[in-house]
């Protein structure tokens, strides 16, 4: 039972990146997925949710309009796609299961915003 993320990296300020995270071990269509992040020196963050089926999508007040959330259920992989970032987008970003009580983690994929 994994998560498994990537697509992490530097990126100047305006830029973008697409986070994926692949999942095994469990039913991966009956699981809303969210991803979370942690800045440096700060807590942890929730970021956005999907629904079991992606017809719902759910975001940070912060992220909204620059962020998009999807999936693909047969690929059992979720899709953060980041755009407009900002250095205040710096951090590590995790996916997890669960859309507020987050029960399986991945190992987290750095993202770095700086010019």
């Known amino acids: 039972v994994q998560l498994v993320e990537s697509g992490g990296g530097l990126v100047q300020p305006g830029g973008s990146l697409r986070l994926s995270c692949v999942a095994s071990?469990?039913?991966?269509?009956?699981?809303?997925m969210s991803w979370v992040r942690q800045a440096p020196g700060k807590g942890l963050e929730w970021v956005s949710a999907?629904?079991?089926?992606?017809?719902?999508?759910y975001y940070l007040d912060s992220v909204k309009g620059r962020f998009t959330i999807s999936r693909d259920n047969a690929k059992n992989t979720v899709y953060l796609q980041m755009n407009s970032l900002k250095s205040e987008d710096t951090a590590l970003y995790y996916c997890?299961?669960?859309?507020?009580?987050?029960?399986?983690w991945g190992q987290g994929t750095q993202v770095t915003v700086s010019s």
């Open positions: 999907i629904s079991n089926d992606g017809s719902s999508a």
């Open positions: 071990g469990f039913t991966f269509r009956d699981t809303y």
């Open positions: 997890a299961t669960g859309l507020s009580a987050f029960v399986l």
